[in-house]
T-cell receptor, first 114, second 117 residues
């Protein structure tokens, strides 16, 4: 069975400071990992994915994530947070044997203060 | 990029009413679409997998007679909440992905806020 853990319900950061949102996963095989962002009363927007290759993945809006196989982690990062980055962030995993179906983490609310 | 359109964005109706929600892939064909339910400040719960031309696959605990899914074309899936009651009030989101490859991201509709009075 696959699962995703986002250990922080909320992350608070001042504008201009680095932002990190943590995610760890558990899958039976090789994982496909995704990060999505959700603004209030909206669907999810795709930020980035890791499938294979370089462990550092760059995505939309200046976000990046580092895949760490030994720690089974896929933390989302942004070097300098903006107030507009305040939103709900979801990590998701799909193992190669369950095409299409995503397992989402509980979500992390990011609050960026001016 | 791939676009998924969901309609309506908000529904308010009386208890006992049936409500239909549409999910369209605008610029790609989707043999599979997914329906999720999200409670306030919670994660997405997968309700069912909608398969074009065949029956939907429901997750454990989801009533198939309550949540009817139809996927009659490669660009449209509908979710009908039958005889809705206040406990069905929630945020419903659909997703679809271009291609039949598991490493492609799913693209989400903007969701439907359903409020049953």
């Amino acid at each position: 069975a696959q699962s995703v853990a986002q250990p922080e319900d909320q992350v608070n950061v001042a504008e201009g400071n680095p932002l990190t949102v943590k995610c760890t996963y558990s899958v039976s095989g090789n994982p496909y990992l995704f990060w999505y962002v959700q603004y209030p009363n909206r669907g999810l927007q795709f930020l980035l994915k890791y499938i294979t290759g370089d462990n550092l993945v760059k995505g939309s809006y200046g976000f990046e994530a580092e895949f760490n196989k030994s720690q089974t982690s896929f933390h989302l990062k942004k070097p300098s947070a903006l107030v507009s980055d305040s939103a709900l962030y979801f990590c998701a995993v799909r193992d190669i044997n369950s095409w299409g179906k995503l397992q989402f983490g509980a979500g992390t609310q990011v609050v960026v203060t001016p | 990029g791939a676009v998924v359109s969901q309609h309506p964005s908000r529904v308010i109706c009386k208890s006992g009413t049936s409500v239909k929600i549409e999910c369209r892939s605008l610029d790609f064909q989707a043999t599979t679409m997914f329906w999720y339910r999200q409670f306030p400040k919670q994660s997405l719960m997968l309700m069912a997998t909608s398969n074009e031309g065949s029956k939907a696959t429901y997750e454990q605990g989801v009533e198939k007679d309550k949540f009817l899914i139809n996927h009659a074309s490669l660009t449209l899936s509908t979710l009908t909440v039958t005889s809705a009651h206040p406990e069905d009030s929630s945020f419903y989101i659909c997703s679809a992905g271009p291609g039949n490859v598991g490493n492609q991201p799913q693209h989400f509709g903007d969701g439907t806020r359903l409020s049953i009075l």
